[in-house]
């Protein structure tokens, strides 16, 4: 199947060595694609300079990170180099010579990622995992992948209403086994300690008082197919211990029992937690953890996918009774920028209050928003009162000038985003209203200025590149 690829190469990448590689992508089936088009993206370099950063950052952007970067000369990539490559955005970094065969490695990822989009775009996807910005498809590409080309345990990790239980749904649904059993789920916030074992390993008949009758526990119900754990990190340490065994062993006993009974399961856990700081606070078993979660992948807040808000309201919308009224304009804006501290799931229940009151043809107005949504008119809130005018103000009484205030202000909301977004500039610069390349020029800027004010120091030091940011 011929795969069409991007190309970019380094200036310094010789006209011999040029041709060489695209003779020998022809031959693996690579089809060179036009730049725009949406295919995986291939920067071929000499060396790691700004420029080649600068190319990997540009075009992995208009290739949602599908892109290998690949040194056109020598045996091998300096570690220092392949991270700022992977960094800028490159999915992968090899040496053209690092084999006998490079080109049909980048055949070989190719497929792969032809394939997992081809179940992005799918029905069974895109009706219930609903978005298009690149961080949710990054999200959903590695669900898709650990689901259709492994069988590992996974852990599901994101704030509350992410979608966690949706996408345990679909690792299930994708799972390739053959003869797959069923989807069963534990929610573990509801789990009594005193009848836990009940609950996972099941019991006999006079186990306990009130056990009238055998029952199946979780491990046995999940045997030949996938066992959900919801919110594992609310399981206390000494169940997590009773579970180990099981999740490494596959064997149980049924409380009031001898018999040992087998079970082969795949686990998929999920937790709004972060188990590794849980651990490292002894709140949370290393071990038991390290099972758990031999692949994990991250759901991302709302806030971090602003463009698919509108998407997701008119998903919604259109699942309510199969119609989709056009939003007013101030209504789409106070849909953009409101929070969503319950994600996913907050949208869903706004826009159904929406529906309920809205009536006639046209649009959703704001007289549909519930009286919740409408802000204060005695005291107004700004988000730039308070702390942020006191800072103005602190700055002014030490001399700095608007161009001044103006960066300060720019810094810190550029530096903010970037936390907020987990250091991914795509984003961020969605977060903030620009490109990508306005935060990577700016960080360039800031990196020329600090330069220089450490060369008028005369430390002679050169300061740390900016994490995440232009590399």
Not at 45 to 70: I, K, M, P, Q, Y
Not at 175 to 186: A, H, I, M, S
Not at 209 to 224: E, K, M, Q, Y
Not at 346 to 352: D, G, P, Y
Request: aromatic share 6%.
């Amino acid at each position: 199947m011929s795969q069409p690829l991007v190309l970019w190469f380094d200036p310094e990448v010789t006209t011999s060595t040029r041709a060489a590689i695209a003779d020998g992508l022809v031959a693996a089936g690579i089809e060179p694609a036009a730049r725009g088009e949406r295919a995986v993206a291939g920067v071929f370099f000499a060396t790691v300079r700004e420029s080649v950063l600068d190319a990997v950052s540009r075009l992995a952007s208009e290739a949602d990170d599908r892109l290998v970067a690949v040194a056109a000369t020598g045996s091998d990539v300096d570690d220092r180099d392949a991270w700022r490559l992977i960094a800028a955005g490159a999915a992968d970094v090899f040496c053209w010579r690092h084999s006998d065969t490079p080109a049909q490695e980048i055949a070989a990822r190719l497929e792969r990622w032809a394939e997992i989009d081809a179940q992005l775009e799918s029905d069974r996807v895109g009706v219930t995992l609903v978005g298009r910005c690149p961080a949710w498809r990054r999200a959903l590409r590695d669900v898709v992948e650990v689901a259709r080309y492994s069988r590992s345990d996974v852990l599901l990790t994101g704030e509350s209403g992410t979608g966690k239980e949706l996408a345990a749904h679909l690792i299930h649904d994708l799972d390739r086994r053959p003869d797959k059993g069923p989807f069963v789920t534990l929610d573990c916030t509801t789990v009594v300690p005193s009848l836990a074992g009940s609950e996972f390993f099941g019991h006999e008949r006079g186990a306990f008082t009130g056990a009238v009758a055998s029952r199946d526990g979780a491990f046995s119900l999940a045997d030949g197919g996938t066992l959900f754990l919801d919110e594992v990190g609310e399981l206390p340490q000494t169940l997590q211990a009773e579970l180990l065994r099981v999740v490494q062993e596959g064997a149980y006993k049924r409380v009031g029992a001898n018999k040992w009974h087998r079970t082969d399961f795949r686990l998929i856990s999920a937790t709004h937690r972060d188990l590794a700081q849980e651990a490292a606070a002894d709140r949370f078993r290393h071990d038991f953890l390290y099972r758990i979660a031999p692949w994990r992948c991250r759901l991302p807040p709302l806030r971090e996918r602003p463009e698919d808000v509108l998407v997701l309201a008119r998903h919604f919308l259109q699942r309510l009774d199969g119609r989709v009224p056009p939003l007013d304009p101030v209504v789409e804006r106070h849909l953009r920028h409101r929070e969503y501290p319950g994600n996913v799931r907050e949208l869903k229940h706004l826009v159904e209050q929406m529906a309920r009151t809205h009536v006639g043809p046209g649009p959703i107005t704001l007289g549909d928003l519930p009286d919740a949504e409408r802000p204060s008119t005695a005291s107004p809130e700004r988000w730039d009162d308070g702390d942020f005018a006191a800072s103005i103000r602190r700055g002014l009484r030490d001399g700095a000038g608007l161009k001044e205030i103006g960066d300060a202000a720019t810094d810190v909301a550029v530096d903010l985003a970037l936390h907020e977004a987990g250091g991914s500039v795509r984003a961020a610069s969605e977060r903030l209203g620009v490109t990508p390349r306005a935060l990577q020029l700016r960080a360039a800027r800031r990196r020329m200025t600090l330069v220089a004010t450490t060369a008028e120091s005369g430390n002679g030091e050169t300061p740390e590149r900016d994490a995440g940011v232009g590399r």
